[in-house]
């Protein structure tokens, strides 16, 4: 399918985002380092080239679109079998429409499936049907059910959360060198053995209504320390910093993941690591024609770590004098963010926007390096 989408526009403006590689970094490369510090540091966005060691993770993505496509093209009523959101969690199905996707009240363009990383009694502990966890995926526990279309891809799923995995703690050495921490601090609130918010996002967003364009997703920043995303067509905008910041799109590439920076990790840092605004509207030029597939990887701190200022690093800055440091847990922080924009979920008497806010605040800032 991938060969008969069109080209993206060449009269689009597009995101300045840092091409860095994989291969490169595995290696301790100085000079790719300093640049991986960079865009953590400024637009918390950057395309990381995966040819060579990142094969392995290509060849699944593209498997994992194959995948969605088969799960999306399940009738409504199956796939709703497998919401939810009732149970106070975002595992599962959320269909198109499902959540707020900004402040006027507007509905979301998109369905969604997450299948989590975690320990079989997390969030769900009175159901037994529904998720891929991580112990499922594992083979540690009795699987949970879920739909045929995924229930037999189970072998290709661990495969491919493990090679997302290798390249996120791969990410979280370096930022761990830069930021000076005792080492593994940062891995060591990223075990697989732990329970956590991990988990993998298959997306589907339809072609939108010539007179009716709409955002599909609203921005927002990400809840967790890193994201790997994999994309086909175009959507995907950030917010650069500044005053005069516009929304630009971001160009996938082929042979390339997109990596951000989440919530976590600019709290963990105080600000030095940036999780940058972003949100997906229709695809630009032709591409809008046609549905929008992706596949994302969330990395999350696991459930009980505090999302605060980390001891320990000469590169970290203090709290401003005054400062009042809001402490959630990771867990708590996950679950505030990703259902304070559903309704249904919360209840409409307590529903506020606000309270589905990150570090948005934080990311409007002008991005500087040190």
């Given at each position: 399918?991938?060969d008969t989408l069109p080209e993206f526009p060449t009269d689009v403006a597009t995101a300045p985002l840092l091409?860095?590689?994989?291969?490169?970094?595995?290696?301790?490369?100085?000079?790719?380092?300093?640049?991986?510090?960079?865009?953590?540091?400024?637009?918390?966005?950057?395309?990381?080239?995966?040819?060579?060691?990142?094969?392995?993770?290509?060849?699944?993505?593209?498997?994992?679109?194959?995948?969605?496509?088969?799960?999306?093209?399940?009738?409504?009523?199956?796939?709703?079998?497998?919401?939810?959101?009732?149970?106070?969690?975002?595992?599962?199905?959320?269909?198109?429409?499902?959540?707020?996707?900004?402040?006027?009240?507007?509905?979301?363009?998109?369905?969604?499936?997450?299948?989590?990383?975690?320990?079989?009694?997390?969030?769900?502990?009175?159901?037994?049907?529904?998720?891929?966890?991580?112990?499922?995926?594992?083979?540690?526990?009795?699987?949970?059910?879920?739909?045929?279309?995924?229930?037999?891809?189970?072998?290709?799923?661990?495969?491919?959360?493990?090679?997302?995995?290798?390249?996120?703690?791969?990410?979280?050495?370096?930022?761990?060198?830069?930021?000076?921490?005792?080492?593994?601090?940062?891995?060591?609130?990223?075990?697989?053995?732990?329970?956590?918010?991990?988990?993998?996002?298959?997306?589907?967003?339809?072609?939108?209504?010539?007179?009716?364009?709409?955002?599909?997703?609203?921005?927002?920043?990400?809840?967790?320390?890193?994201?790997?995303?994999?994309?086909?067509?175009?959507?995907?905008?950030?917010?650069?910093?500044?005053?005069?910041?516009?929304?630009?799109?971001?160009?996938?590439?082929?042979?390339?993941?997109?990596?951000?920076?989440?919530?976590?990790?600019?709290?963990?840092?105080?600000?030095?690591?940036?999780?940058?605004?972003?949100?997906?509207?229709?695809?630009?030029?032709?591409?809008?024609?046609?549905?929008?597939?992706?596949?994302?990887?969330?990395?999350?701190?696991?459930?009980?770590?505090?999302?605060?200022?980390?001891?320990?690093?000469?590169?970290?800055?203090?709290?401003?004098?005054?400062?009042?440091?809001?402490?959630?847990?990771?867990?708590?922080?996950?679950?505030?963010?990703?259902?304070?924009?559903?309704?249904?979920?919360?209840?409409?008497?307590?529903?506020?926007?606000?309270?589905?806010?990150?570090?948005?605040?934080?990311?409007?800032?002008?991005?500087?390096?040190?």
């Amino acid at each position: 399918m991938a060969d008969t989408l069109p080209e993206f526009p060449t009269d689009v403006a597009t995101a300045p985002l840092l091409r860095l590689s994989l291969l490169k970094l595995i290696n301790h490369d100085a000079t790719e380092i300093d640049r991986f510090i960079n865009a953590c540091c400024d637009l918390g966005f950057f395309y990381l080239h995966l040819d060579g060691p990142g094969d392995t993770i290509q060849e699944q993505s593209q498997q994992m679109f194959n995948i969605a496509e088969g799960l999306f093209d399940l009738p409504l009523e199956e796939k709703k079998k497998f919401d939810f959101s009732a149970h106070k969690t975002y595992f599962g199905y959320k269909h198109l429409g499902g959540s707020v996707a900004d402040r006027t009240g507007r509905l979301d363009r998109n369905e969604f499936y997450n299948a989590s990383l975690r320990t079989r009694n997390w969030y769900l502990p009175e159901l037994t049907r529904g998720q891929i966890s991580r112990d499922d995926i594992l083979g540690t526990t009795k699987p949970w059910p879920a739909p045929q279309v995924l229930e037999q891809q189970r072998l290709f799923l661990q495969g491919f959360m493990k090679s997302a995995q290798d390249i996120v703690h791969l990410l979280l050495g370096l930022l761990n060198e830069f930021l000076q921490l005792p080492e593994d601090t940062l891995s060591s609130m990223h075990r697989v053995n732990v329970p956590s918010g991990d988990h993998v996002r298959m997306i589907k967003a339809p072609p939108q209504p010539v007179d009716d364009k709409q955002i599909a997703l609203g921005e927002h920043t990400d809840f967790g320390s890193i994201t790997i995303l994999f994309n086909r067509l175009g959507g995907l905008q950030i917010l650069p910093p500044g005053d005069d910041a516009t929304w630009t799109y971001v160009k996938p590439l082929p042979n390339h993941a997109i990596i951000n920076i989440g919530d976590a990790l600019v709290k963990f840092t105080n600000g030095v690591l940036r999780s940058n605004i972003h949100r997906v509207v229709s695809p630009p030029g032709a591409q809008e024609q046609h549905p929008r597939y992706s596949v994302v990887y969330f990395s999350r701190p696991e459930d009980d770590v505090p999302l605060r200022r980390l001891q320990g690093s000469a590169v970290i800055p203090p709290l401003q004098d005054g400062a009042d440091e809001e402490v959630a847990t990771s867990k708590e922080w996950i679950i505030r963010r990703a259902l304070g924009s559903r309704p249904q979920v919360v209840g409409d008497d307590a529903y506020d926007w606000s309270k589905s806010s990150g570090t948005e605040d934080i990311s409007r800032r002008t991005a500087t390096v040190s």
